[in-house]
């Protein structure tokens, strides 16, 4: 009997990105599921117990950025593990990102970003970092 895909969060404003990484997540391994902004997002954390972990942008529509999106569904999900993305910013200030969270800058590999969220969740499948995304993802 197969083991059930972790399930994943991914919180993505632009549509053609959110879309890329939702298919390019689901043949890396995930069940995705997606949110446009970080109300919709909260309210699949809040719904859904089986979420694995959160890939969110940091730029969100709405008033509520990913580094207030990733404190509130902490407050939900305390280990919830949480991996930020963002083509603008170049990493979390200090206080920003939550605890043990790490930072993926765009553009990214979707195979990047599958490697990040397997060892972040320890599916331990082989999926591991490779060396040369080290520039490219760092734990915040």
Do not use: W
Not at 2 to 15: G, K
Not at 113 to 122: K, P, Q, R, S, T
């Amino acid at each position: 009997m197969q083991a059930e895909p972790p399930v994943l969060l991914v919180v993505e404003d632009d549509f053609l990105v959110r879309l890329t990484l939702v298919d390019a997540l689901s043949d890396g391994g995930f069940e995705v599921l997606e949110a446009a902004d970080a109300k919709e997002a909260l309210t699949l954390v809040c719904d859904r117990d089986d979420i694995a972990a959160m890939l969110t942008d940091i730029n969100l529509p709405g008033g509520s950025d990913g580094f207030a999106l990733a404190r509130a569904a902490r407050v939900i999900r305390p280990a919830l593990p949480v991996v930020y993305a963002s083509g603008r910013y170049g990493g979390a200030e200090d206080g920003q990102a939550v605890d043990g969270s790490r930072f993926l800058a765009k553009p990214f590999t979707p195979s990047l970003a599958a490697a990040v969220l397997h060892d972040m969740i320890g599916a331990g499948d082989g999926h591991d970092v490779p060396p040369a995304a080290q520039g490219a993802e760092r734990r915040i």
